[in-house]
């Protein structure tokens, strides 16, 4: 078994903080701590800005082209983030636990996606690229909201992970095939989702850009 290069030993251990972290906030199961949560909330949306603004791009620019599961991981990351707007319950927990279990196995795993980048990069640019990791800024996070647009579009990141999976696996003979995903993965929408919880966008214009970004008809 080859060892991790140091880009997948480093986000890795973020995963492994942020575990801990969400482990701390679910102690009483019917109850969320949001002083831990809210730790967890921001250091997962950073963790995914590092990936999707310079993880994965270094290791695309490297091997020439984007990674295979770049554009997944990204859907996911939409729903992932979905799930970190409104105010956490067991139910959102469990919910947001049911993507990103598989999600951080797809990075982590044997031959995943951090393999790939460590790869990609090389053992020199391996060590340029964690210092930059390193240094990606904390994301400023808006409060939760609750508003009545926000289960909506957890329900349509959701269905759009989850699709886009189910789209892997062979279909049964009288299935339908599944429509592809509606997001465009060479747009820039999900840091843009990134931004609905992270800029100073009002209620408004944050369910405007979604529809127009995310939701194509
Ligand atoms: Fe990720």
């Known amino acids: 078994m080859t060892a991790c290069g140091p880009p997948h030993?480093?986000?890795?251990?973020?995963?492994?903080?942020?575990?801990?972290?969400?482990?701390?906030?679910?102690?009483?199961?019917?109850?969320?701590?949001?002083?831990?949560?809210?730790?967890f909330r921001a250091g997962l949306i950073r963790h995914i800005g590092m990936e999707e603004k310079v993880l994965f791009p270094a290791a695309g620019r490297a091997r020439g082209a984007s990674l295979p599961?770049?554009?997944?991981?990204?859907?996911?990351?939409?729903?992932?983030?979905?799930?970190?707007?409104?105010?956490?319950?067991?139910?959102?927990?469990?919910?947001?636990?049911?993507?990103?279990?598989?999600?951080?196995r797809r990075e982590e795993d044997p031959g995943g996606v951090y393999d790939a980048c460590d790869e990609a990069v090389?053992?020199?640019?391996?060590?340029?690229?964690?210092?930059?990791l390193r240094r990606f800024p904390a994301v400023p996070v808006k409060p939760y909201n609750d508003g009545p647009a926000v289960?909506?579009?957890?329900?349509?990141?959701?269905?759009?992970?989850?699709?886009?999976?189910?789209a892997k696996e062979p279909a049964p003979a009288k299935r339908r095939p599944p429509r592809?995903?509606?997001?465009?993965?060479?747009?820039?929408?999900?840091?843009?989702?990134?931004?609905?919880?992270?800029?100073?966008?009002?209620?408004?214009?944050?369910?405007?850009?979604?529809k127009a970004e995310l939701i194509v008809p």
């Open 9 to 39: 030993r480093f986000m890795s251990a973020d995963h492994r903080r942020l575990d801990a972290l969400l482990a701390r906030a679910t102690v009483d199961a019917a109850a969320i701590d949001l002083a831990p949560f809210g730790e």
């Open 69 to 104: 599961l770049a554009a997944r991981l990204r859907v996911d990351h939409g729903a992932i983030v979905a799930l970190l707007v409104p105010t956490p319950t067991p139910v959102i927990v469990a919910r947001l636990l049911s993507v990103l279990g598989p999600h951080d």
């Open 122 to 132: 090389g053992p020199v640019e391996a060590e340029r690229l964690v210092d930059e």
């Open 151 to 166: 289960e909506k579009h957890i329900e349509e990141t959701l269905e759009l992970s989850r699709r886009q999976w189910r």
């Open 180 to 210: 592809p995903c509606s997001i465009d993965p060479s747009a820039p929408a999900y840091w843009r989702l990134l931004a609905c919880a992270a800029s100073s966008l009002t209620r408004s214009d944050w369910t405007i850009r979604l």
